[in-house]
Each structure stands twice: as C-alpha cells, then as structure tokens.
DNA sequence: GTAGGGTTAG
C-alpha cells in the first residue's frame, strides 16, 4: 500500500521543484559544431550552413541544442540572431528572446517583427502594451510589421484595436484584409467579416478557406458551403484552392454530416476540371483523403474509412494517425496494432494513440509497454498514461507515474491535473486533494472541467465547505456538471437541505437539470425522509425535463415510498418499470418490507434477488430471518434448506440493504 | 529568420 502521508511528502518536494525549476536549462552541446578551422573562404558557407542548422533545430523544437550551435558559431548575421530569436518567440520564451534582441549588433526589420508577434501573440501582462511599444519605436515598418500589429489584436480579441491599426495603414495588401477577416471571425463578428470580405480588393486562396474555416468555427457552415461555391470557381485559380475544401469536408464531418463531406471530396475533381485550360485547377489531396478518414471515423463508420484509407496512392503520417486512432476509437486495438507496425515511421503522436488506446480498454500492461517503449515522450504521453491508470482505478499506478513525470521535468498542465484530481477523489484523500488543489493554483488557469474536478474531490472528501466555496466562485461560469457534483455532495453527507435548496436554485436560474441531478435530488429526499417530495421530484423528471427515470431513480423511489410503509405502491412501482428491476430496485423493497414486517413481499424481492445475484447470501439470511421474527418456522426452514442446496454461504454485508440494518 | 488559410493523439 502506498502511505498517503509519504506521498504527500514528496509531492511538496515535488510542487517546490516544479515551482523554482520549471524548465530544465538548456544544455549547451559544444559536440554539435564541426570544430575544423573557419577559413575566410569557407566563412560564408559554414555561416550559411550554421543558420541553417539552428532553423532546423528550432522547427524541430530542439531550441537548446539550436543554442549550442549559436553560442558556439564564430561568426554571426543578423540571420543567425533571427533564427534564434524566433525559437524563443515560438516557446514563448520572451525574457530569452528579448535577452538576444538587446545584445545583437544590428536588427533588421525580420529583428524587430520577430519581437512585436512574440509580445503581441502572447497573452500575458503587459506583453502586448510591449509589442505596440516597440512596434511605436521601430525606424522603418514594413507591411509585415503592420499585419502583425493586425492579427496579434485579433487574437487578443482586440478588435477595436486591430481595426485602428488597419485604418491608418497606407498601404494594405491581401494579408491585412485577410487577418482582419480572421480577426471578426475569430471574435464571433460573423456580420462584419462577411462585410471585410466583400469590400476586399483583391482575394487569393487563403483568403477563401480562412473565411471558410472562421465561418465553420461560427457554426456557419451552409453558409461556408455557399461561399465557396460562390467564390471557389470564379477566385483567380490556385492550387491551394483545395485547402477550403478541405476545411469544409473537415466541417462537415465535426458535425457528423459525412454524406455532405463525401459528396464535397467526389465533387473536388470536377470542381477542380472546370477551368481546365489555366485557371481554376485544383485537385484532391492528401489532406482531402485524410479529412474523408476522419470524417468516417468522427462517424464512427470505420469501414468506409478504412475504404479511403486503402485507396489512397500516397499516405502521410495523418493518415496513417488518422486511420490507427478509428480502431483505436472503436476498440479494435488488434488492427491498430497491426497498422501501426506496418506504418514507416510512427511517431510521438502514433505511439501516444496506442498508449492511450490500450489504457481506454483497461488494458495497462499493454499500455504501459508502448509507453515505455516510445522513442520520445511529450506530456500528452504522460497524460494517457496517468488517465488510463487513473480510469482504471489503479491509483497507485497513477500518483507514481505522476511522481516519475514531475521528476522528468515535465510540467503538469490541466489535463495531468484534473487525472490526479480524480486520483484524489478515488482515494478519497484530502490531503492529496490539497495539494494538488495548491498545484492548480500554481500552474494552470481554472476553467470549468478543473472547477468541477475540485468540486467533486472536496465534497467527496467530506470538506463540504471549501467544495461550495469553489462552486460560488465559479459565478456564471458554471455548467450542469457543477451542480451535479455540489448537490451530489450535499445530498451524500447528510446535508438534504443544503442539497434540495441548491437544486431550486438551479431551477430558477434555467439551468437544466440531467437524470444525475435526479438521483441526488431524489437521495436528498430519501435521506431527509420526504416521500411527497420524492414522489414530486420523480414525477417532474419526465413531465418537466423529459428525462425518463432509470433505474437508479426507480430503486430511490421505491426506497422513499417503502420505507414510508407504501409497500403496495413500491410494487406497482417496480411493476410499472419499462426496464428490468436490478438489485438495487428490489434490494429497496427488500429492506422496506423488514421494517414495516411484510413477508409476503418480502419473498417476493427476495427471489428476484436469488436470481439476479445467486451468489449472494443476503437474501436468503434476511429472509430467513423474517420468518423467524414472524414464527413461521417451516417457512424459515426452507429457506436454510435452499440455502444448502445452492451451496450459499453466509457472508457479511450487503450493500444494497438499508443501511440502518447492516 | 517575420504577417493570414486545411487533416491526427490525452
């Protein structure tokens, strides 16, 4: 068993490496450079080549062996800085990249652009007040440098801003009017972006499918569709045409309409035929035959996917990603495996599917192997694999992983977090819950998911307080699950007021209950005691909601009702289910006939107990009883002698029993 | 080496 207390231990240790260390310093790897002599003839060329090199390795995202090789060159151009600039731009490493700004000789445009995206892109204090400053101080601007100002506003949702930057440029080209397409779109001003997208002077193939995919994020997607039959033909023809098409085939099978998405990738020849001589040619392509397969496999139509799959000439790693995730998704982990050891060369993201597959089917072994198998593990990897452990409700698994994670210098992100949240909850350990509460402070901002996870760890730990007191602070950003686990956690700690309160409150702000708000709503009142509000809240469900009870409603209700003496009426009850009673239903009418003393019926769910769950000695020893109680000695000896012949033994505790009588 | 657009994993 893993000692809770120790865990908690070195999860401090743990939060404070985390804290003071996030990213582990870059190694500086003096063997990356060739160390043969620079002469002035071979100067240029290895100062080509060496840029070349750190571009590659920081498109590789290899940024501190990009760094070895740039502390290490002798010579550097502007060319060498922009290429290490633009490594940290890209992480987000603005200290770093600003560092390299100030020290280098001399800053060219691509210099100063580099910067104003990095600040302007990133979200963060100050940082966009920092790429309109340098933006204000850079000697010449090119139109780059404007189109950034553009679409780093836009993406701050910024429009006000971006659409100033836009009216005092002099000179605009297809890009600006694009970025500012991007930028309503992207900021929910359908009307706008159709107006911007009009008043264009002049529009390439870009222009089409960012307006195309900005209009499907909308969920605009008939009108995507018209655009790009509006526009698709008459656009001055190019062959990255297909990208809209792409996106619209990608749109279409989001939302689960694959006929219009298949129709679309027939249609693309013809579309692409139209203007056979010069303009308007373009074709399928391998992203068209990938997006197919993913449209077939979001429809969890795994054979027609595996049709395209098959028929393609040419395959990328998305399509063999693609096509392993569908068997992945349908279960079907033999023919993922089976693909992805006939595919080239998988990578991070193929192994992960398979790690997160087997895990999905409870299979750790298998998981865990791929796991430790794979080449090169990102955070996604270690997500899987705590999940699957987590899902699996092997804990201990899950904490340890987590450990070996934090101790890999990995970060932990929201993902990772709301795992171990839930390894919490299954534990149910406070302690832990705690500190890996302290942990999301730290490291991610709280969106509603998290939210939720620590509503339900606390409340399930029984700190019912610091539960409601994450849940009013999520204010209007709360979803249905949050309520669900707030008076879930009320009505199973005993606070059946609290529990009923919150659930008319949740009524009265329109918020629409799920058949899970009903069974803690219907506890609630099982607990507390309330048949007339049991009866009521049972009924609302359908009459109300249109949420048709299930059988854990029923099994409370027949609880409520029974154990209220309404014996005949828990009967008619069951009788009246449109699915099979289980043993929850008829373990309620059980305990209610012990306590009001019916025997009649008391066999009755006794037998139904028999049958569904022979093993069980429950029934028989509460059976027997009752007769004993009643002095219906034959009729006890029956049951012992049932017993016998079913080979029964006695065994303690029954869950499903009233728990005033264990 | 810098601005806008398409497909895959938790």
Same mark, same amino acid.
């Given at each position: 068993?893993?000692?809770?207390?120790?865990?908690?231990?070195?999860?401090?240790?743990?939060?404070?490496?985390?804290?003071?260390?996030?990213?582990?310093?870059?190694?500086?790897?003096?063997?990356? #450079?060739?160390?043969?002599?620079?002469?002035?003839?071979?100067?240029? @060329?290895?100062?080509?080549?060496?840029?070349?090199?750190?571009?590659?390795?920081?498109?590789?995202?290899?940024? =501190?062996?990009?760094?070895?090789?740039?502390?290490?060159?002798?010579?550097?151009?502007?060319?060498?800085?922009?290429?290490?600039?633009?490594?940290?731009?890209?992480?987000?490493?603005?200290?770093?990249?600003?560092?390299?700004?100030?020290?280098?000789?001399?800053?060219?445009?691509?210099?100063?652009?580099?910067? !104003?995206?990095?600040?302007?892109?990133?979200?963060?204090?100050?940082?966009?007040?920092?790429?309109?400053?340098?933006?204000?101080?850079?000697?010449?601007?090119?139109?780059?440098?404007?189109?950034?100002?553009?679409?780093?506003?836009?993406?701050?949702?910024?429009?006000?801003?971006?659409?100033?930057?836009?009216?005092?440029?002099?000179?605009?080209?297809?890009?600006?009017?694009?970025?500012?397409?991007?930028?309503?779109?992207?900021?929910?001003?359908?009307?706008?972006?159709?107006?911007?997208?009009?008043?264009?002077?002049?529009?390439?193939?870009?222009?089409?499918?960012?307006?195309?995919?900005?209009?499907?994020?909308?969920?605009?997607?008939?009108?995507?569709?018209?655009?790009?039959?509006?526009?698709?033909?008459?656009?001055?023809?190019?062959?990255?045409?297909?990208?809209?098409?792409?996106?619209?085939?990608?749109?279409?099978?989001?939302?689960?309409?694959?006929?219009?998405? &298949?129709?679309?990738?027939?249609? !693309?020849?013809?579309?692409?035929?139209?203007?056979?001589?010069?303009?308007?040619?373009?074709?399928?392509? #391998?992203?068209?035959?990938?997006?197919?397969?993913?449209?077939?496999?979001?429809?969890?139509? !795994?054979?027609?996917?595996?049709?395209?799959?098959?028929?393609? @000439?040419?395959?990328?790693?998305?399509?063999?990603?693609?096509?392993? =995730?569908?068997?992945?998704?349908?279960?079907?982990?033999?023919?993922?495996?089976?693909?992805?050891?006939?595919?080239?060369?998988?990578? @991070?993201?193929?192994?992960?599917?398979? #790690?997160?597959?087997?895990?999905?089917?409870?299979?750790?072994?298998?998981?865990?192997?791929?796991?430790?198998?794979?080449?090169?593990?990102?955070?996604?990897?270690?997500?899987?694999?705590?999940?699957?452990?987590?899902?699996?409700?092997?804990?201990?698994?899950?904490?340890?992983?987590?450990?070996?994670?934090?101790?890999?210098?990995?970060?932990?992100? &929201?993902?990772?977090?709301?795992?171990?949240?839930?390894?919490?909850?299954?534990?149910?350990?406070?302690?832990?819950?705690?500190?890996?509460?302290?942990?999301?402070?730290? @490291?991610?901002?709280?969106?509603?998911?998290?939210?939720?996870?620590?509503?339900?760890?606390?409340?399930?730990?029984?700190?019912?307080?610091?539960?409601?007191?994450?849940?009013?602070?999520?204010?209007?950003?709360?979803?249905?699950?949050?309520?669900?686990?707030?008076?879930?956690?009320?009505?199973?700690?005993?606070?059946?007021?609290?529990?009923?309160?919150?659930?008319?409150?949740?009524?009265?702000?329109?918020? &629409?209950?799920?058949?899970?708000?009903? !069974?803690?709503?219907?506890?609630?009142?099982?607990?507390?005691?309330?048949?007339?509000?049991?009866?009521?809240?049972?009924?609302?469900?359908?009459?109300?909601?249109?949420?048709?009870?299930?059988?854990?409603?029923f099994a409370?209700?027949v609880d409520?009702v029974g154990r209220?003496?309404?014996l005949?009426?828990a009967m008619?009850l069951i009788?009246?289910?449109?699915?099979?009673p289980?043993?929850a239903v008829w373990g309620a009418l059980l305990g209610a006939c012990r306590?009001h003393?019916n025997?009649?019926l008391a066999?009755v769910a006794a037998?139904a107990l028999?049958?569904?769950?022979?093993? =069980?000695?429950?029934?028989?020893?509460?059976?027997?009883?009752?007769?004993?109680?009643?002095?219906?000695?034959?009729?006890?000896?029956?049951?012992?002698?049932?017993?016998?012949?079913?080979?029964? &033994?006695?065994?303690?505790?029954?869950?499903w029993v009233d728990?005033?009588?264990?």
């Open positions: 068993m893993l000692n809770p207390n120790v865990v908690v231990c070195r999860l401090r240790k743990l939060q404070l490496l985390v804290h003071y260390c996030p990213i582990l310093k870059p190694k500086t790897n003096s063997n990356s #450079v060739p160390s043969f002599c620079f002469g002035s003839a071979s100067k240029s @060329t290895n100062l080509y080549s060496l840029n070349k090199k750190i571009s590659h390795l920081v498109r590789t995202g290899r940024l =501190s062996e990009a760094r070895g090789v740039f502390d290490n060159m002798k010579h550097r151009n502007t060319v060498s800085w922009n290429s290490m600039i633009s490594g940290y731009v890209k992480r987000g490493e603005m200290g770093n990249a600003r560092k390299l700004f100030d020290e280098m000789p001399e800053r060219d445009t691509v210099s100063w652009n580099l910067m !104003i995206s990095g600040y302007i892109s990133c979200r963060g204090k100050g940082y966009i007040e920092e790429g309109r400053n340098l933006f204000d101080k850079m000697p010449e601007r090119d139109c780059v440098s404007w189109n950034t100002m553009i679409s780093g506003y836009a993406k701050n949702g910024r429009m006000d801003e971006a659409l100033r930057i836009f009216n005092s440029m002099r000179e605009r080209n297809v890009v600006s009017w694009n970025a500012m397409v991007t930028g309503f779109l992207r900021n929910g001003d359908v009307a706008r972006a159709i107006e911007y997208f009009e008043r264009m002077p002049e529009r390439d193939a870009a222009s089409l499918s960012a307006f195309v995919s900005g209009l499907i994020q909308n969920d605009e997607l008939d009108k995507a569709a018209r655009v790009l039959l509006e526009f698709g033909y008459k656009d001055e023809g190019r062959e990255d045409l297909v990208h809209a098409y792409n996106t619209l085939i990608a749109g279409y099978g989001q939302r689960g309409r694959v006929g219009e998405a &298949r129709h679309l990738f027939d249609q !693309i020849p013809f579309y692409g035929d139209r203007g056979k001589k010069g303009s308007g040619r373009f074709k399928r392509n #391998v992203v068209s035959w990938n997006s197919m397969i993913m449209c077939y496999v979001k429809a969890e139509d !795994i054979a027609s996917a595996r049709e395209i799959f098959d028929q393609m @000439t040419e395959r990328d790693i998305i399509s063999w990603n693609t096509m392993i =995730s569908g068997y992945v998704h349908s279960s079907n982990l033999e023919e993922a495996s089976n693909l992805f050891g006939k595919m080239p060369n998988p990578d @991070t993201l193929s192994w992960n599917t398979m #790690v997160s597959g087997f895990a999905e089917i409870g299979s750790l072994e298998h998981a865990n192997d791929f796991f430790r198998r794979m080449p090169q593990k990102n955070l996604v990897s270690w997500n899987s694999m705590i999940a699957g452990y987590e899902k699996n409700e092997n804990y201990k698994g899950a904490i340890k992983l987590f450990t070996q994670m934090l101790l890999a210098g990995e970060k932990p992100d &929201r993902h990772t977090l709301s795992s171990v949240l839930s390894v919490s909850t299954g534990l149910v350990d406070l302690h832990l819950g705690m500190q890996i509460h302290q942990l999301v402070a730290k @490291t991610v901002i709280p969106d509603v998911p998290i939210n939720n996870s620590l509503i339900t760890m606390y409340s399930r730990c029984g700190a019912i307080n610091e539960a409601r007191t994450i849940f009013d602070e999520m204010k209007l950003w709360k979803d249905v699950i949050s309520w669900n686990a707030m008076i879930g956690g009320y009505a199973s700690h005993g606070f059946f007021e609290e529990a009923l309160e919150l659930f008319k409150l949740m009524r009265r702000l329109n918020v &629409r209950p799920t058949y899970i708000t009903f !069974i803690s709503v219907l506890n609630a009142c099982a607990n507390a005691g309330l048949v007339e509000e049991g009866r009521k809240q049972f009924k609302s469900m359908s009459s109300e909601y249109g949420i048709e009870p299930r059988v854990e409603h409370t209700l409520i209220h003496g309404q005949e009426e008619d009788n009246s289910m449109p699915c099979e289980d043993a306590v003393h025997v009649e066999r037998e028999m049958r569904l769950e022979p093993e =069980s000695s429950a029934p028989y020893v509460l059976l027997y009883n009752m007769y004993a109680d009643a002095g219906q000695w034959d009729n006890a000896a029956e049951v012992r002698m049932m017993m016998e012949n079913n080979n029964i &033994r006695k065994q303690p505790g029954y869950s728990s005033s009588h264990n």
